[in-house]
């Protein structure tokens, strides 16, 4: 006897197997014996599906019936025929079972009848032997080796007689095959194979439950802002099933009998897009313009669609039209059946043509809308009524969709797979990359879910020539990417984690003829299992280009300036009571800097998946932070105007003009910088702002004051304590930024009721930019004249920061010009520390506790 572990069938069939023609048989019990007939004869017999006397299904074109077939056939395959049968009558029967696992060994092996049968006996011996991972035993009992370093396998579970079309597309390409009873079983063995897997089972052998556990059995936890601790798979999955096993059983046989890759042509229909980008010369674009069942219709035959629009289960919007997805197959009826209008009261929803989706030419389809993919639970209404398996009925082999309702990108996520599609890629890759894909876009979770085989490869591989340059990214961090003599469907690069938040900013690009080109260049960033991130590439045609340079930052743009225009709106309502009464048209300005906050937010959204928009991102943080500066400067003028006026005190102006700020709390005493007496401190909220704080210092001395909001140390005057009059006098101000951002704003500083004795201050505002974590000196002139008491007075000023008032002061003593002229005056204090407040005193505990 001579029996092959490894089936003659492994590994890709032959152009002859691949392109025969297909086999109808009429009844499960011939379905089943004909199965195992293909899998042993895979050079003779044509691929078998399933088909019942007068069912409304149709026959794929060129299909041969078993009688036909049987009827020119050899010897040697009618005896293999009438033995199989033979065997199918005795497994079958009722008082025995049809064992799934069984009948596949058994169509594996070849040889006498009764060595076949000795030798399958020993296989399910030694597999009954494994209690881990029957998966993976079967692959060596058979001796199956990957061509490519994955593997992939088939695994079902449910009625058995739905094990036939799995076991013949296992079969057929290589993979390793096994039936367990229940979803609950699945899991499990899900779980201990690594590769590539197909899911066959029952249409309603399935909960809701079960497809999250089953497309990431596998899978990693992802790093980074937007997707921390989301869950992304690590190997590709797809589900075979249908309504029936008749249609599923032509789904089988249809994917096998693809004569190679498919001619890379598809058409697109964006329902919500009202551009007309080019898309290549293979491609058609259906925008909101075209979107109808016409339009469709007259594309013509395709290979794959790309449909991104409203929809339900049973239909998806074609402007005034639909696609259907009423089935051809009798719908069952009664009071519990849930049934669209078209059953009840015999018309559409919708008023227009209506497109049925088993009409479509397309082996393979994408659906970027709601709820199309009714896999897991009830849907809302009965499974004759669902897109994909009534594209099933038809032409379709694959189909990708959602079973839930979507809040994605239009345009975007069909795009990339478009690209990813004439890659030549595997279905199953295909959607796992989508998914994971769509974390760092930020509008949706995964969710797509394929119905048909992981590897199946529908285009051919298209261009891919480009010459790629990483390196690290300047001080910023991130990393640098160019590319040169590019013409490929997509770009893709490895690159190390950028950072929590990374974007991509185009730096560089010129079109393959030397000019400067505006492509419109799209991105994808897929966080790795090892820590790294793939950077996608794309656009709707392939790219030619002479040079593409980017730089992946670790965060997201003008973040800092989205961080200040938050506090700026949240001062704004705090404040608003004081604002309104100090600045003209302040209500104007606030809706000004809402308005042109919007803007930026709105292109720094469209940036994550189109990195072009950030030149308009960086024209709109322009003008934001302009009108930043200019706010804080028109406050920061107008209070050091009223203490040059008069008597203005802040603390006043919070508690009593405002009426909403109170003492929340006193804090322990700490020193003064000035003259080391003993401070005296308090904490202020605003009783409906509680985020709006501020901390109030009053020195028991020399007198001096701070009162500075809960996020900036306290600001620090420098320079000596003593002017002359007749003269000008240098008096400095050490601005300190503890935080891991820059600060900006606006400070000043005057001499209380400089106004009546003609004190000036040169500059009148220095505009403030300190980094993070350091400190910066702004000094003013001061100019008294001749006229000013010989006294001591208030030097007081304020910094203002997106709209945060801090108010620091010291004495200033005045004295005669004639009194020691010729003395040098000092431009610094030594006796002030370098960065206040000092590390280790009680205050700088209290900066650092600010906010929590």
């Known amino acids: 006897m001579t029996t092959s572990p490894k089936p003659p069938h492994a590994g890709t069939p032959s152009a002859d197997a691949t392109g025969a023609p297909q086999l109808r048989t009429d009844s499960l019990d011939d379905y089943g014996p004909m199965v195992a007939l293909a899998i042993r004869r895979p050079d003779v017999v044509p691929l078998p599906y399933l088909r019942a006397h007068h069912s409304p299904l149709p026959d794929p074109p060129g299909a041969v019936t078993m009688h036909d077939f049987l009827a020119r056939a050899d010897d040697e395959t009618l005896g293999l025929w009438r033995h199989f049968q033979r065997l199918w009558h005795r497994w079958a029967a009722p008082l025995d079972s049809f064992h799934p696992v069984r009948w596949y060994l058994t169509a594996c092996a070849t040889g006498p ?48 007689e739905w094990s036939l079309p799995a076991m013949l597309l296992a079969a057929r390409t290589g993979r390793p095959f096994r039936w367990v009873p229940d979803a609950a079983q699945a899991r499990r063995e899900a779980e201990r194979w690594p590769g590539t897997l197909t899911l066959a089972f029952p249409h309603d052998e399935i909960g809701v439950e079960d497809l999250p556990a089953l497309t990431l059995s596998r899978s ?68 909101r313009e075209r979107s109808a069942a016409g339009y469709l219709e007259a594309v013509g035959e395709v290979s794959a669609l790309f449909l991104s629009g409203h929809s339900r289960e049973d239909l998806f919007h074609l402007g005034p039209d639909a696609l259907c997805g009423r089935s051809l197959q009798p719908a069952p009826s009664g009071p519990e059946t849930r049934l669209p209008a078209c059953v009840l009261d015999g018309d559409c929803v919708k008023g227009g043509e209506v497109l ?34 009534t594209y099933q009925e038809g032409e379709g082999v694959a189909l990708v969709g959602s079973r839930r309702t979507r809040f994605g990108d239009d345009n975007v996520e069909l795009v990339l797979a478009e690209r990813l599609v004439r890659t030549g890629r595997p279905m199953g890759e295909i959607v796992r990359t989508l998914n994971n894909a769509i974390p760092l876009w930020g509008r949706e979770a995964p969710d ?45 690069v490895l690159l190390p984690d950028p950072g929590p938040a990374p974007s991509v900013r185009v730096t560089g690009i010129t079109a393959a003829d030397g000019e400067s080109d505006e492509v419109d260049l799209r991105t994808a960033l897929v966080r790795e299992e090892d820590g790294g991130v793939r950077l996608f590439v794309f656009s709707w045609k392939a790219l030619r280009l002479r040079r593409l340079a980017l730089r992946v930052d670790p965060g997201r743009p003008h973040q800092e300036l989205s961080d200040d225009v938050a506090r700026t709106l949240g001062n704004a309502s705090a404040y608003r009571r004081l604002l309104r009464g100090y600045l003209g048209g302040f209500d104007n300005a606030e809706q000004e800097l809402r308005s042109k906050a919007t803007a930026l937010s709105r292109r720094r959204a469209e940036a994550r998946t189109a990195p072009l928009a950030l030149r308009e991102a960086d024209t709109a943080a322009g003008e934001l932070r302009s009108g930043l500066s200019r706010l804080d400067e028109a406050l920061c003028t107008h209070l050091l105007d009223r203490i040059a006026a008069g008597a203005f005190v802040w603390l006043e102006q919070c508690e009593s003009a405002d009426g909403n700020f109170h003492v929340a709390r006193h804090l322990p005493p700490t020193t003064c910088p000035y003259c080391a007496a003993r401070v005296v401190l308090r904490e202020y909220r605003n009783d409906h702002h509680p985020q709006a704080s501020r901390e109030f210092a009053l020195c028991a001395s020399c007198g001096n004051i701070w009162d500075v909001p809960g996020a900036v140390p ?61 400190s910066r000196e702004f000094w003013f002139t001061l100019k008294l004249p001749e006229g000013v008491p010989a006294h001591m007075e208030f030097l007081r000023g304020f910094l203002v920061s997106n709209l945060d008032v801090a108010m620091f002061q010291r004495n200033l003593w005045t004295r005669p010009a004639e009194e020691d002229a010729t003395a040098p005056e000092a431009e610094a204090d030594s006796a002030v520390p370098p960065v206040w407040p000092p590390s280790g005193t009680v205050v700088s505990s209290v900066v650092r506790g600010r906010g929590r």
């Open 714 to 774: 306290p600001p620090v005057v420098l320079g000596a304590d003593t002017a002359r009059r007749g003269g000008e006098h240098r008096q400095g101000v050490r601005v300190t930024n503890d935080a891991d951002r820059p600060l900006y704003g606006a400070v000043g500083m005057r001499l209380y009721q400089a106004d009546q004795h003609g004190v000036t201050v040169t500059p009148g505002v220095r505009e403030v930019a300190v980094p993070p974590r350091s």
């Open 356 to 389: 049925p989706a088993h009409t479509l030419s397309a082996p393979v389809a994408f659906f970027n809308s709601c709820n199309v993919m009714r896999l897991g639970g009830d849907g809302a209404f009965d499974e004759h009524f669902t897109l994909p398996f």
């Open 448 to 492: 797509y879910l394929l119905l048909g085989d992981p590897e199946f490869r529908p285009f051919p591989p298209g261009p891919d020539a480009a010459e790629v340059a990483v390196r690290p990214g300047a001080e910023g961090g991130g990393v640098e990417v160019e590319f040169s003599g590019v013409d490929a469907e997509l770009l893709e």
């Open 220 to 287: 990693y936890h992802a790093a980074g802002r937007l997707a921390d601790g989301l869950e992304l798979a690590s190997r590709p999955v797809g589900f075979l099933t249908a309504t029936s096993l008749q249609v599923l059983s032509s789904v089988t046989s249809r994917r096998l009998a693809l004569p190679g890759p498919l001619p890379p042509t598809s058409a697109a229909v964006f329902t919500g897009l009202d551009a007309d980008p080019d898309v290549g010369p293979d491609s058609f674009l259906l925008n």
């Open 113 to 160: 009848h009764r060595s076949v049968h000795t030798t399958v006996d020993g296989w399910l011996q030694r597999l009954a032997t494994q209690t881990d991972g029957q998966v993976e035993a079967t692959a060596v009992l058979l001796g199956l080796e990957p061509e490519d370093g994955d593997l992939g396998a088939v695994l079902g579970w449910g009625a058995p």
